[in-house]
Each structure stands twice: as C-alpha cells, then as structure tokens.
C-alpha cells in the first residue's frame, strides 16, 4: 500500500516496499506493481523519476530527498516529526 508523505505544504507518494518517492501517487502505484511482481529490483526508469526516498526499518523514520522540496536544489534529509512532515498509508 502506497504511503502519502507529506512536508510543509508539499505532498509526496512512496512505495510500500520499497520507499522509492514520487511526485505523483500513480508513478507510485505503478513502482509496487513492479516491486511486487520483481522482488529485490527496482525499475530503472521508475526510479529516475523518484525524487528520494523514506526509510522506515529504523527506530526514527527518515525521508531522503534527491532535492531540496522547498528551495529544488540538491539534497534535504528530513527527520519525522509531528511538526514538519507526517507519513500515513494510503487506505
């Protein structure tokens, strides 16, 4: 199931396996189709649309930018937190 992440004012859509980022909730949904049907690899021309990705294995969830969401210039870690951006499945 995809996951809706959300900074700021921005909304972004990742891959329930495995965390691949998208600006659009359908290239998202396409990614799981091919994560589920392919385990293990990913799509390489999905995943040059992603513009990051979530990581949700450890104890603090990480969102992973290619680029800055709000500036659109290279590389913004955000850590989870209530105030800044909030990660919930699609239902």
Do not use: W
Request: glycine share 8%.
């Amino acid at each position: 199931m995809v996951y809706i992440v959300e900074v700021g004012d921005f909304k972004y859509y990742a891959c329930g396996i495995c965390g691949l980022l998208y600006e659009s909730e359908e290239l998202a949904v396409k990614c799981e189709e091919f994560c589920k049907s392919h385990p293990g690899m990913c799509s390489i021309e999905l995943a040059k649309q992603s513009v990051g990705y979530i990581d949700l294995g450890k104890d603090y969830q990480k969102v992973f930018f290619k680029i800055d969401p709000s500036r659109k210039h290279s590389c913004g870690v955000f850590k989870i937190c209530k105030t800044n951006v909030n990660i919930y499945r699609v239902c």
